[in-house]
């Protein structure tokens, strides 16, 4: 039961451009999101979040939007550098409940 | 900047025996998680545990799984008799809430070989 889909494994940009990566839920009890970076051999690291009462959150080149009717959130990197080059997770979760869904990941390249 | 710290970074054992990976999760975090990542799988929920007992747990973590905070630092996961099926990278995380605004911090993982 995937809850959280990310339907692009991959994806590639060129330096300098916009990065858009996309996640759809089907859980509607989810209502904040998360977006992770993982380089091989490393445990994923936070990027940015959003809770559902926002459908926008930045954080200098990385802003995330959330779609809540369309249960769809995407992660945009302006612009997009080589050392972003990842795979990127998206997790959600339900309030205050402690378990995060994360979905499939989509890698990144960024090439120059 | 703070950080989770995983020990071993890898881990090799046989099929039947019991394994115990290691977390030292930030200190003045409250919440401890373990996921795991089977090769090629997204990363997956095991366990939460907060106050000195599991919170949350998923179908995955089953009597054969046991997480333990044994002292005021470390926080562990035992798998009593692993399978093959129990290869993966796992991952303990922690966090001060679980609130919203907060993003869970994870180690750089073990990788268990169940051979």
């Known amino acids: 039961d995937q809850q959280v889909k990310q339907n692009s494994p991959s994806l590639s940009v060129q330096e300098g451009r916009i990065s858009i990566l996309n996640c759809d839920y089907t859980?509607?009890?989810?209502?904040?999101f998360l977006w992770y970076k993982k380089y091989p051999a490393e445990g994923p690291t936070f990027l940015i979040s959003?809770?559902?009462?926002?459908d926008k959150n930045e954080d200098g080149r990385f802003t995330v939007f959330l779609n809540k009717s369309a249960k769809h959130l995407s992660l945009h990197i302006v612009p997009s550098q080589p050392g972003d080059s990842a795979v990127y997770f998206c997790?959600?979760?339900?309030?205050?409940?402690?378990?995060?869904?994360f979905g499939t990941g989509t890698r990144l390249q960024v090439t120059l | 900047e703070p950080e989770v710290t995983q020990t071993p970074s890898h881990q090799v054992t046989q099929m039947g025996q019991e394994v115990i990976l290691r977390c030292v999760p930030i200190?003045?975090?409250?919440?401890f998680y373990w996921y795991r990542q089977i090769l090629g799988q997204k990363v997956e929920f095991l366990v939460s545990?907060?106050?000195?007992?599991?919170?949350?747990k998923s179908e995955i973590f089953d009597d054969q799984f046991s997480v333990e905070r044994p002292d005021g630092s470390n926080f562990t996961l035992k798998i009593r008799s692993t399978k093959l099926e129990d290869s993966a990278m796992y991952f303990c995380?922690?966090?001060?809430?679980?609130?919203?605004?907060?993003?869970?911090?994870f180690g750089s993982g073990t990788r268990l070989t169940v051979v």
């Open positions: 545990f907060y106050n000195n007992e599991i919170s949350e």
């Open positions: 997790a959600a979760k339900p309030g205050t409940a402690s378990k995060l869904t």
């Open positions: 959003i809770s559902s009462i926002k």
């Open positions: 859980n509607s009890m989810f209502d904040y």
């Open positions: 200190s003045n975090h409250l919440y």
């Open positions: 995380a922690s966090s001060v809430t679980v609130g919203y605004d907060y993003g869970y911090t």
